[in-house]
């Protein structure tokens, strides 16, 4: 517990210093593209800034966010377990730690001439200083490093959040402008400078208003740049050298596991087997996500069984369910303690072996809509068989936007009915979704019956089973052939949910795990206990008559009558 908190603490520690910089950045990078407009508009901005960042709690706020978020970034280094990352991370990193190797030169030059020997450091000092030289391209590159190295930051920060993915394209495109806008006034700045430079008469004026340094303070100031230089690349050396002690200790504390047909890898001790295939990259099939629920990671131990305690009864139960065969294990539930070799019976192939972890399989626990169209044989029987698929479409046209416009997705038509699928974030929100979506249905529905009426056509009812349980997620078929698709208990018993709203008389039967998880508490009276076939346990549910007003109902169904 304690570890989480520290890791919680840091990890916050990290966000708001980055946050601070990252701001600091975005002011700094406009205030350089007003170069575009004129010199007195850049230094305007500029002293308007300074008022903030140049007084002490400013630079307190900067300076402190800069050291707390640099320290955050080298401890993480160094502490790592291993350098094997994600490429987004991989090229953060790597923009982090060239960032304050090129930023030495620009602080010393400017907020530390300015400090010390009385420099004006406005943006036409600096623009003249870079000008043309080896260390403007530097610091364009600085510029450039920083913008990306904050913009990754906060989209991995953010990408979890519905509103920034919706905004995420037009938040793209101003990204890409800032540090252009940037660049076009700096290199405006700089050329107007640069041409009041040239002219011998404005000279000395220039030298005057920014109170340049003399030859001797700027050998004083590049001194000072490479000894910070040094220092920072002693301290990149000691946080090297503290990973790779880490390292070899970790060695010297591993156990070895080799894999039939694969590599011999080294991984620290107390990890299970599976683990160890994920941290070394080993491939390694495993349809739950290691969680014991299946034996698609299971592997023939040829060396090092002995060393493993006795499968656990929920193991064992498993392994005997597919007849496992004498040293078989789960990868999940074993943790080598000594030198180990395995064999993984299901290694997965060349094929497998790119698909995604969807395809594999992925548990959720989600709400599940089954809908079915009432006496439909019935109704259609000596019909053309054209006049069928016209009626079933139109049906689906006028029900199915409700589902959709919730966030639902038909997982399959079947007939005339269909499986609905709420994927959310969490089993609450999937419910509330399922709830509303039943709503909009049968209020579709009436729309629909009611052009139908106009027809003189009979009008079209319906049975909805809704219930919330657990599913699993995966392309089930051939590679390259296998639809999307889900399956579970939960599916049966949605789908035995909506068998019975006929023999009810009602319009829909939702289950109480959905209104529970839906925040809604509901009234035993006002309950069914239904035994469905399939389904080991009776399964208490909630009739609606008709659906049109569900939330008002659902509002008058709990015992105090609110939800």
Same mark, same amino acid.
């Given at each position: ?7 919680? @603490? ?5 966000? +708001? /210093? ?36 140049r007084s002490i709690p400013g630079t307190i706020l900067i ?26 991370? #991989? ?29 004006? !450091?406005?943006?036409?000092y600096i623009s003249l200083l870079l000008y043309n030289t ?32 919706? #905004? ?15 660049? +076009? ?23 005057? !208003?920014?109170? &340049?340094? *003399? ?26 050298? @503290?990973?790779?002690?880490? $390292? ?37 099939? /495993? ?15 040829? %060396? ?11 193991? $064992? ?20 303690? $000594? ?6 019976? &299901?290694?997965? !192939? ?8 969807? /395809?594999?399989?992925?548990? =959720? ?29 139109r049906f689906f046209d006028a029900v199915v936007p409700a ?6 997705? @038909? !997982? =399959? ?16 929100? /999937? ?38 349980? *657990?599913?699993?997620?995966? %392309? ?25 709203? =006929? ?47 569900? $939330? ?12």
């Amino acid at each position: 517990m304690d570890e989480l908190w520290r890791g919680t @603490i840091a990890t916050r520690l990290r966000i +708001a /210093s980055g946050l601070v910089l990252f701001a600091y950045a975005l002011l700094h990078f406009l205030n350089i593209g007003l170069g575009l407009f004129s010199t007195e508009l850049m230094h305007a901005a500029q002293d308007l800034r300074q008022i903030v960042t140049r007084s002490i709690p400013g630079t307190i706020l900067i300076y402190g966010a800069f050291a707390v978020h640099l320290t955050m970034v080298l401890a993480r280094l160094a502490l790592r377990g291993t350098l094997r990352m994600p490429p987004w991370e #991989a090229a953060q990193t790597v923009f982090g730690l060239l960032i304050p190797v090129l930023l030495i030169a620009h602080l010393v030059h400017t907020r530390t001439a300015h400090e010390l020997f009385g420099v004006q !450091d406005e943006m036409g000092y600096i623009s003249l200083l870079l000008y043309n030289t080896l260390d403007g391209w530097k610091q364009c590159a600085l510029l450039l490093l920083v913008w990306a190295h904050g913009c990754i930051g906060l989209h991995f920060w953010l990408r979890g959040k519905a509103w920034w993915r919706r #905004a995420l394209p037009w938040l793209a495109g101003v990204a890409a402008l800032v540090p252009a806008f940037a660049l +076009a006034g700096f290199l405006t700045e700089a050329r107007r400078i640069s041409a009041r430079f040239a002219v011998p008469q404005q000279r000395e004026t220039i030298f005057a !208003d920014y109170n &340049f340094p *003399d030859a001797d303070t700027f050998a004083l100031l590049i001194g000072w740049t490479r000894t910070l230089g040094w220092g920072l690349f002693g301290l990149l050396v000691a946080v090297a050298a @503290i990973y790779v002690a880490k $390292a070899v200790l970790a060695r010297r504390q591993s156990v070895r596991v080799r894999y039939v047909d694969g590599p011999q890898v080294w991984a620290p001790r107390g990890l299970t087997l599976l683990e160890v295939s994920r941290l070394r990259g080993v491939p390694h099939a /495993s349809l739950c996500g290691g969680r014991g629920r299946c034996t698609t990671c299971r592997v023939l131990v040829e %060396e090092g069984a002995e060393d493993l305690p006795p499968p656990t009864p929920a193991e $064992a139960r498993s392994l005997a369910a597919v007849r496992a065969g004498p040293g078989t294990r789960l990868a999940c539930q074993i943790v080598p303690v $000594a030198p180990t070799t395995v064999f993984r019976v &299901f290694q997965p !192939d060349g094929h497998r072996r790119h698909r995604t972890h969807a /395809s594999q399989g992925e548990e =959720k626990r989600l709400a599940l809509m089954f809908l079915d169209m009432r006496g439909f044989t019935a109704r259609t029987t000596g019909q053309l068989p054209y006049d069928v698929v016209f009626l079933l479409n139109r049906f689906f046209d006028a029900v199915v936007p409700a589902v959709t416009g919730q966030g639902g997705t @038909i !997982d =399959k038509y079947l007939g005339d009915g269909f499986l609905a699928i709420f994927e959310s974030a969490t089993p609450q929100a /999937s419910a509330q979704s399922a709830l509303r979506a039943i709503e909009g249905v049968a209020r579709a529905l009436d729309t629909f019956n009611a052009q139908l009426a106009e027809e003189r056509q009979p009008p079209v009812a319906i049975g909805i089973g809704a219930h919330l349980g *657990d599913v699993v997620l995966g %392309e089930i078929g051939a590679v390259g052939q296998a639809p999307r698709t889900l399956i579970g208990d939960t599916v049966n018993t949605a789908s035995r949910l909506e068998g019975v709203t =006929k023999e009810h008389g009602v319009q829909a039967m939702i289950s109480a795990p959905l209104l529970l998880a839906a925040g809604h508490t509901p009234d035993l009276e006002q309950m069914v206990e239904l035994d469905l076939r399939g389904v080991q346990a009776p399964l208490a549910a909630w009739p609606v008559d008709h659906a049109a007003d569900l $939330a008002a109902r659902l509002r008058a169904l709990s015992p105090a009558g609110t939800a």
